[in-house]
């Protein structure tokens, strides 16, 4: 995932997630199954997470643990997908910490 420039590395955040919401849209994504498609640590998977969540793009709980949590794709997130374009207008940074 590193070499894949970041509204890609949004947007297929959001495709795993549509793909899940269109067989059941109550179900919440661990971040374990990101980590497993994306083929990337949760801890890289987290601040494209954070600002995702940050701009109404996903819905997210956190886990049991400060490691692990959980998603659902928000409407403003499919109509994203949908039309392959996302805006990052404020990044989370230091305060989602």
Do not use: W
């Not at 661990?30 to 997470?49: D, F, G, I, M, Q």
């Not at 692990?68 to 109509?79: A, V």
């Not at 805006?87 to 989370?92: F, G, K, N, R």
């Amino acid at each position: 995932m590193s070499s894949m420039p970041g509204r890609m590395v949004y947007l297929e955040i959001l495709k795993i997630l549509k793909k899940h919401y269109d067989k059941d849209p109550t179900y919440l994504i661990p971040s374990s199954e990101l980590r497993s498609k994306l083929n990337t640590p949760v801890e890289e998977l987290r601040p494209y997470v954070e600002d995702l969540e940050f701009n109404g793009y996903v819905y997210r709980e956190d886990g049991i643990s400060k490691a692990t949590f959980y998603l659902m794709i928000s409407d403003k997130g499919i109509r994203a997908l949908k039309e392959r374009k996302i805006e990052i207008t404020e990044e989370c940074g230091l305060h989602c910490q």
